[in-house]
Structures are given as structure tokens and as C-alpha cells.
């Protein structure tokens, strides 16, 4: 199948807008089947370390990712979104991902370990 056309690219913004955004990286500690939501997900607990600490995520990552397989994964995630009821859950942080060949997500994590907390920059 070929690759989806990439989306154009979005307006200009400064680097205080991106600033605004806080991009943290974080531990997985739990990861479990999310059968309520409407579309296939995972629900997640992410440790962000001291200061954010754990937080609940929502994922669509089903085609890629085995819930017992992400536990100790590191993963990349908006953690200032105003949290987000999903059907019964409440998802607080947005895990972060890009889309393969199929429209899939892959998700956006670092290349080595890094301390649960760091923010993207």
C-alpha cells in the first residue's frame, strides 16, 4: 500500500507558541486493553517522575504495540492538554505518535534512555 500524502505544513508559530506546549518524556508502568473506546486503544499509565508524577493516557496503538510489551517503554507526551474524558476514561495526557505507511501509530519515543520528566526542546 503506498504511504499516505504527507499533511501540509502548519502555520508558522513562534518559539514561545512552542514553548507553550510541554513535551515530556516518561516512564510506561501500566498498559492494559481499552475495549470501551470507539476505535482500538490501549489505556496507559505513564510516570513522568517527580513534579508531574503518573498520568493516565488513551492510545490508539493496537496494530503495533502488546500492552505487556510497553510496560518500561519509554514514551513522549503533551502533559499540559486539559485532560480529556475518552467514553468512562479520563485521559490526561495526549502519548504522542506518527503515522506509518497504513495510517498506524508508531509511537515518537527517544533513542536512548533519558530521565522520566525531561521536556522536549
Known amino acids: 500500500?503506498?504511504?499516505?500524502?504527507?499533511?501540509?505544513?502548519?502555520?508558522?508559530?513562534?518559539y514561545?507558541?512552542?514553548?507553550?506546549?510541554?513535551?515530556?518524556?516518561?516512564?510506561?508502568?501500566?498498559?492494559?486493553?481499552?475495549?470501551?473506546?470507539?476505535?482500538?486503544?490501549?489505556?496507559?499509565?505513564i510516570d513522568f517522575g517527580p513534579g508531574i508524577g503518573r498520568k493516565r493516557s488513551s492510545a490508539q496503538i493496537t496494530r503495533?504495540?502488546?500492552?505487556?510489551?510497553?510496560?518500561?517503554?519509554?514514551?513522549?507526551?503533551?502533559v499540559n492538554f486539559k485532560p480529556r474524558q475518552i467514553g468512562p476514561f479520563m485521559s490526561e495526557v495526549l502519548t504522542l505518535g506518527f503515522p506509518d505507511a497504513d495510517g498506524?501509530?508508531?509511537?515518537?519515543?527517544?533513542?536512548l534512555p533519558v530521565p522520566d520528566g525531561g521536556r522536549l526542546f
Do not use: N, W
Not at 65 to 77: F, I, S, T, W
Open 104 to 111: 498506524e501509530v508508531v509511537l515518537g519515543v527517544p533513542t
Open 16 to 45: 514561545e507558541d512552542f514553548r507553550r506546549i510541554d513535551i515530556r518524556v516518561g516512564t510506561v508502568v501500566e498498559a492494559e486493553p481499552f475495549p470501551e473506546a470507539r476505535k482500538p486503544a490501549l489505556k496507559l499509565v
Open 64 to 78: 503495533h504495540y502488546d500492552p505487556a510489551a510497553l510496560v518500561g517503554r519509554q514514551v513522549c507526551a503533551v
Open 1 to 14: 500500500m503506498a504511504a499516505p500524502s504527507p499533511e501540509p505544513v502548519a502555520e508558522q508559530v513562534s
